[in-house]
């Protein structure tokens, strides 16, 4: 890993009050180099309280940051916020790269302990809080067990879930003789896309120039998405195998999640009051083998992606999300030890 540019911060796509910092990965493990992360930050303002934690933000599957008013709600409660856009993804994708391609989600590691990394230099010794949606909750759910596994002394003191990806919907037979199958599939063709139907039915539901109300990049985050791979596709149930077993991540975490979901098909009004991606069932029954302490709401009406929701649903979930973090305050950022 190298830093051809060390430390120097740029103008983000965001514009004003963004910067942007990108980490050269050098070699792809997966065939597809050279590879980079990118790492966001959102410059504290004049009327943000002193920043006294950081927040590190990760993305779901075809997706980047871009959501900005999420970024807001922690500075209001005195957290510095990051973001960062993972290999392949979003802002750190390069010509010819297959969107999220990866084959082990553990690979990730390299650039969450960079982004770390970064977030202690701007505010050494604080806690830091991460939160994710979707595939990214998964990813760093895993990376939280194993930093508690290997004692890192520099703990993540809280997660923050929006609505994670912790099983495959489908059969029971999808997801058992499917899956071995899926390994072999993964081996032999692990770059070859899963065949599967494509929907732009959500980017439907949330895209500007649709029936929604947020204008991001559609090269970074396409209305059907950029599907996935078999490699991919065997990487998530490899760490949702290891999720079932059950996580230590010694944090206290927060699972927000629709209260339904609507699964499949093209877009119709039902899906702006629902999850139309994961089973929102699933998200429930699992997310008590994070570990640590858990809260786990469900957000009426409430989409894929709670904080892009209609209002109603996004105002509760961000009233969720600050009753959380004024109710663990001293467990997300505890007292410093006092020396013997």
Same mark, same amino acid.
């Given at each position: 890993m190298t830093? =051809?540019?060390a430390d120097i911060w740029h103008a983000d796509l965001l514009g004003s009050g963004y910067r942007a910092l990108t980490l050269? /990965?050098?070699d792809d493990p997966d065939g597809e180099s050279p590879i980079a992360a990118t790492l966001v930050r959102r410059e504290p303002r004049p009327d943000d309280p002193e920043a006294t934690a950081g927040v590190l933000y990760v993305h779901g599957l075809s997706d980047y940051f871009f959501q900005t008013d999420l970024a807001d709600a922690f500075a209001k409660h005195g957290y510095r916020f990051y973001a960062l856009d993972l290999r392949k993804c979003g802002r750190s994708r390069r010509p010819g790269q297959t969107g999220h391609h990866i084959t082990d /989600?553990? @690979?990730y590691d390299l650039e969450l302990e960079w982004a770390m990394s970064r977030i202690a230099l701007d505010l050494p010794g604080a806690p830091v809080v991460a939160a994710a949606h979707s595939t990214g909750g998964l990813i760093i759910g895993w990376w939280a067990d194993r930093r508690r596994q290997n004692a890192v002394t520099t703990p993540v =003191?809280? /997660?923050v879930l929006n609505s994670p990806f912790l099983d495959l919907h489908g059969s029971t037979l999808l997801r058992t003789i499917g899956t071995e199958a899926l390994r072999g599939l993964a081996a032999a063709l692990p770059a070859r896309p899963v065949p599967l139907p494509v929907s732009s039915a959500y980017g439907d539901s949330i895209h500007i120039? @649709?029936?929604?109300e947020w204008d991001y990049? /559609?090269?970074f985050k396409p209305l059907g998405g950029f599907g996935v791979t078999f490699a991919f596709i065997n990487a998530? @149930? @490899?760490a949702q195998a290891s999720l079932h077993r059950g996580w230590d991540t010694g944090t206290t975490s927060l699972v927000l999640r629709s209260d339904a979901s609507a699964l499949?098909?093209?877009y119709r009004p039902e899906i702006d009051r629902a999850d139309n991606v994961l089973d929102v069932h699933q998200i429930a029954q699992w997310a008590g083998c994070l570990g640590g302490r858990l809260t786990s709401i469900p957000i009426p009406g409430a989409r894929h992606d709670v904080f892009l929701s209609q209002l109603d649903a996004r105002e509760t979930a961000y009233a969720e999300l600050d009753e959380w973090l004024r109710a663990n305050e001293s467990r997300l950022r505890p007292a410093p030890a006092v020396a013997p």
């Open positions: 830093e =051809t540019a050269e /990965l050098g /989600l553990r @690979r =003191t809280g /997660l120039s @649709r029936h929604g990049n /559609l090269d998530v @149930r @490899r499949g098909g093209d």
